[in-house]
C-alpha cells in the first residue's frame, strides 16, 4: 500500500528513531556515558579496558538499564517526560556506558592467543550475569518504585 504524500512522516511522528530530537537526545546521552565509561578507565589506571573493569562497568550497566525501564514502565505509558528519560538515559547514557564491542573485541584477542576456553567463559558470563544483573535491577524496582493508578498512567 502507498503512502500519501501528506500523510508522510514529520520531525514529531514517525518512528521514534527517525526524529531528529530523539536522536539528539541518544547522542547527548551516548556522549556522557561514553565519558563517564573513560573516566572510569582514568580513576583506575592499569585496569582501564582489562576485562574486569569492562565486565563490570557492563553488569552495573545491565543493572540500571533494567531498574530504570521497570520503573518507567510502573510509573505510566512511554510517552512525554518517561519517553525522553528512557531515551536519554537508557538509550544514551547507559548505551555509551556499557561496551559490548569492547567484550568482543576481548573475547576475540582471548581466542586468538589460543586461551579458547577463557574467551568463551568470559563471554557466557558477562551476557549470562548480565542478564542475571538486569533481572535484578528489575527486581529491585519492581520492589521500590510505587505504580500509578490507570487514570494518571499517560500524565508526564
Known sequence: MMRRHDQSPTPTTGPLHLRPAYLGLAFLGGALGTAIRYGLTLAFPGSG???GAILAINLVGA??????????GRRGDDVGTRRTVRVLVGTGVLGGFTTYSTLA?????LLGSG???????????????GV???GAGI????RTTTPVRNDERTAA
Do not use: P
Open 49 to 51: 579496558q582489562a576485562m
Open 63 to 72: 543493572f540500571c538499564l533494567g531498574y530504570l525501564l521497570e520503573a518507567l
Open 105 to 109: 573485541t576481548n573475547v576475540v584477542e
Open 115 to 129: 586461551r579458547i576456553w577463557t574467551g568463551i567463559g568470559y563471554a557466557l558470563l558477562t551476557v549470562v550475569v
Open 132 to 134: 542475571v544483573a538486569s
Open 139 to 142: 527486581l529491585v524496582a519492581a
